[in-house]
């Protein structure tokens, strides 16, 4: 069983146009010939497009840090998956801690996303993590079995070919505080072991679970080094074009 790493970029809210085109012209000039890991850039909407001209028929992917569930319809503000494919995204970021926080999503509406990234051919990157009072408590396995469980409800290991999950610890993310190499790889597993019982084992064993939260350049490789974490979803240490094409280049 051989999982290719992806390393995934999430520029949340930061870079106009401008910024986000110069980033993705230097990532390019940088990693175009970067082939053990699959690279992804997930700039914020309005700079999609730009990013996607930047990077067109190289091997940096690129996806989108949300959507909303409809193709189409009343739904002032969003964006649908066709919009998303029709111009090349292939990415999608799903339930990302900051989205259930700040914009109340809740695991029936992810997984109501979940399934229109299938539909549509969007691999999503579905985000889960547990609060630091939840691991204080000991409830960091309730807690993504629970979030796993209702994401994936009426999913089918056909559907799953294309699933990442990104472990993202909320109180790792943004705060310079790491899971250890051991503690994600803790989780890794018991996130695995939740998708074989809910899909089945062959899908639990191809998916890239990947971590996130306070990734560097510094610590990167001990955590990519472990063999349950199959790539990294990263904040701050991407939006520096140096510092991210360190931490791809351990
Ligand atoms: O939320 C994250 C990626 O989605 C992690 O953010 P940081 O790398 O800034 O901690």
Redesign the pocket.
């Known amino acids: 069983m051989s999982r290719k790493p992806l390393i995934a970029a999430?520029w949340?809210m930061y870079k106009t146009p401008a910024e986000a085109r110069s980033c993705a012209e230097a990532l390019l000039k940088s990693l175009q010939d970067h082939t053990r890991d699959e690279i992804a850039i997930c700039p914020p909407f309005v700079s999609l497009s730009i990013v996607l001209d930047t990077l067109s028929g190289s091997n940096l992917a690129v996806g989108a840090q949300n959507m909303h569930f409809a193709d189409e319809g009343a739904y002032t503000g969003e964006i649908s998956p066709p919009m998303l494919t029709s111009i090349g995204v292939t990415y999608v970021?799903l339930g990302?801690?900051?989205r259930r926080q700040y914009f109340n999503e809740t695991d029936e509406l992810v997984n109501q996303k979940l399934h229109a990234a299938f539909r549509h051919k969007l691999s999503p990157i579905l985000?889960v993590g547990e609060k630091l009072e939840e691991r204080e408590h000991n409830l960091t396995e309730e807690v993504l079995m629970r979030q796993i469980e209702l994401a994936l409800r009426n999913v089918s290991p056909n559907d799953a070919s294309s699933l990442v999950i990104?472990y993202?610890p909320i109180w790792?993310?943004?705060?310079g505080k790491t899971a250890t190499p051991e503690m994600a790889a803790e989780a890794h597993l018991l996130i695995r072991s939740q998708v074989a019982r809910r899909l089945d084992r062959k899908s639990a064993d191809n998916l890239r679970i990947l971590y996130?939260?306070?990734?560097r350049p510094d610590n990167a490789p001990s955590l990519l080094n472990q063999p349950e974490i199959d790539g990294a979803?990263?904040?701050?240490?991407?939006l520096n074009p140096e510092s991210f094409i360190k931490l791809v280049r351990y």
């Open positions: 999430n949340k970021i990302h801690s900051e985000c990104a993202e790792a993310i943004g705060t996130g939260g306070s990734v979803l990263v904040g701050g240490a991407s």
